[in-house]
């Protein structure tokens, strides 16, 4: 794995000085990065274009990337597609900040890293499925229902006499 440590940095020094409107697209297409502390990605590739306005160097970013991950129904392991678009700014002055509150450094160099990482965090499903109509596991044998059909039935009981299997449950613990 790549560290991000100088993939996702721009050197945007040259902005600055240019009249407001002035812009500059960077593309990225990185096979593998890590992103500190803890989002291996695969894959990512994008764009990010830097313009410069009044108040300082707005950022507008459009990445495609995956993430390696297991299905929450039947255990697999896929890749897991993520797709992000933000936009911020990174300001001259304090007063011209944003609810983000990012400064542009001395340096000029942005640093798109935890932006990313924070954005591609959020793209991730709670709930990931390698895909949409997955079977999952056989309750009863643990069997991948996409692979195999074990011939185990779900057990269907009529929704008014479930009342009485709670019932009997309880004589059996007593």
């Given at each position: 794995?790549?560290?991000?440590?100088?993939?996702?940095?721009?050197?945007?020094?040259?902005?600055i000085?240019?009249?407001?409107?002035?812009?500059?697209?960077?593309?990225?297409?990185v096979?593998?990065?890590?992103?500190?502390?803890?989002?291996?990605?695969?894959?990512?590739?994008?764009?990010?274009?830097?313009?410069?306005?009044?108040?300082?160097?707005?950022?507008?970013?459009?990445?495609?990337?995956?993430?390696?991950?297991?299905?929450?129904?039947?255990?697999?392991?896929?890749?897991?597609?993520?797709?992000?678009?933000?936009?911020?700014?990174?300001?001259?002055?304090?007063?011209?900040?944003?609810?983000?509150?990012?400064?542009?450094?001395?340096?000029?160099h942005?640093?798109?890293?935890?932006?990313?990482?924070?954005?591609?965090?959020?793209?991730?499903?709670?709930?990931?499925?390698?895909?949409?109509?997955?079977?999952?596991?056989?309750?009863?044998?643990?069997?991948?229902?996409?692979?195999?059909?074990?011939?185990?039935?779900?057990?269907?009981?009529?929704?008014?006499?479930?009342?009485?299997?709670?019932?009997?449950?309880?004589?059996?613990?007593?």
């Amino acid at each position: 794995m790549s560290n991000s440590h100088n993939l996702l940095r721009l050197n945007v020094g040259f902005l600055i000085n240019q009249t407001v409107g002035a812009s500059r697209d960077f593309t990225f297409d990185v096979p593998d990065i890590y992103l500190e502390p803890d989002l291996d990605l695969g894959n990512l590739n994008g764009t990010a274009r830097v313009s410069r306005t009044a108040q300082g160097l707005l950022v507008q970013v459009k990445m495609h990337a995956t993430l390696h991950t297991e299905c929450v129904r039947c255990l697999t392991e896929f890749e897991q597609a993520l797709a992000i678009d933000f936009t911020e700014l990174y300001a001259f002055s304090r007063k011209s900040t944003t609810d983000s509150d990012l400064i542009l450094p001395e340096n000029a160099h942005i640093n798109l890293a935890p932006l990313v990482r924070e954005y591609m965090l959020l793209d991730i499903p709670i709930k990931p499925l390698c895909t949409p109509d997955c079977k999952g596991l056989c309750p009863t044998c643990g069997e991948n229902l996409n692979e195999i059909q074990c011939g185990h039935q779900p057990e269907t009981i009529d929704p008014r006499l479930a009342v009485l299997k709670s019932l009997l449950s309880k004589d059996n613990e007593a």
